[in-house]
């Protein structure tokens, strides 16, 4: 089992950069594929960024193809989310999930796919 609490969010201005971080405990975070999702008020959940557990393969959805990039640290058991060029579409509440993965290089982009879920973390951005 792993819990997931997620940091780094916050009220920023269009155009900045931010950097999400989502920390998971248990000693056996490499064996998760690790994922973020989003959601809007009054919007359904929203795939964000996947990656799996060796950290080689990564997949993003079309929204933020170009300025997300997902990463993770095994040894420090975090998974990061750099956001660049924020505009206010990227407000939402933010959350990572984690999945045991026994295919070392293997994402999931479906919720559902995911067993565990942080608490989110909001990011509002301004225009």
């Known amino acids: 089992q792993v819990q997931l609490a997620e940091s780094g969010g916050g009220l920023v201005q269009a155009g900045v950069s931010l950097r999400l971080s989502c920390a998971a405990s248990?000693?056996?975070?490499?064996?998760?594929?690790m994922g973020w999702f989003r959601q809007a008020p009054g919007k359904e959940r929203e795939f964000v960024a996947a990656i799996s557990r060796n950290g080689i393969n990564t997949y993003y959805g079309d929204s933020v193809k170009g300025r997300l990039t997902i990463s993770r640290d095994n040894a420090k058991n975090t998974v990061y989310l750099q956001m660049n060029l924020l505009k206010p579409e990227d407000t939402a509440v933010y959350y990572c999930?984690?999945?045991?993965?026994?295919?070392?290089?293997?994402?999931?982009?479906?919720?559902?796919?995911?067993?565990?879920w942080g608490q989110g973390t909001q990011v509002t951005v301004s225009s």
């Open positions: 999930a984690a999945r045991a993965a026994f295919d070392s290089g293997r994402y999931y982009i479906v919720g559902s796919d995911y067993n565990y």
């Open positions: 248990g000693r056996t975070f490499s064996s998760y594929a």
